[in-house]
């Protein structure tokens, strides 16, 4: 059985860091995994993003999309987005059979922290900083990020290190989909 999961949180809490924890950590029991990560995927579907709702709207449904069918050709899925609004992370869960949410929760000054110390490959650099130009649009800032109303998941990134968080959600991946035979 195949699945997706989809992790959510603020920029800069430590969703990418953690996803890739879990990558490798199942990757190590044998279970390959693709990771979608929309940082990188923005870069082909909106190379130079407005972040502007239309274009979140368009993004955010070919995400789930994808992660759909990769599902439904017997790939298990990462996804790594903020996705701002619940609506996305819905629309997945509609069209998965076997989804699972992570939220990962920081303050906004935690965030700011790591963010304007981080070194990612995709991610737009310097997104808070962007947060006080004219029509920004900043989750957790400018617009509202809708937190998850019932994740499966929820990781508290400033109490617990990102591979204490990882455990957590391995162990859920093996019990709610793999079961003892991993």
């Known amino acids: ?3 997706v999961i989809w992790f959510t949180g603020l920029p800069g809490c430590g969703k990418t860091t953690i996803a890739q924890l879990v990558g490798t950590l199942l990757e190590e ?5 693709k990771y979608l990560q929309l940082d990188e995927i923005r870069r082909v579907v909106t190379p130079n993003p407005t972040y502007s709702e239309e274009e979140r709207d368009i993004v955010y449904a070919s995400l789930a999309y994808m992660a759909k069918l990769l599902a439904e050709a ?3 899925v990462i996804i790594d987005a903020t996705a701002n609004n619940r609506r996305y992370r819905d629309l997945a869960r509609d069209q998965i059979p076997h989804f699972a949410e992570v ?3 920081v303050s906004i000054p935690v965030c700011i922290e790591r963010e304007s110390a981080r070194d990612a490959v995709y991610s737009p650099k310097k997104i808070y900083k962007r947060a006080g130009e004219e029509g920004a649009t900043v989750p957790g800032i400018n617009v509202a990020y809708e937190e998850s109303l019932d994740p499966e998941i929820v990781l508290d990134s400033e109490k617990f290190d990102p591979q204490h968080n990882a455990q957590v ?4 991946i093996l019990d709610a989909f793999v079961g003892s035979g991993a």
């Open 1 to 3: 059985m195949s699945w």
């Open 29 to 33: 029991k044998g279970i390959v995994v």
């Open 74 to 76: 017997g790939n298990n």
């Open 103 to 105: 939220y990962v929760k």
């Open 169 to 172: 959600v391995v162990d859920m």
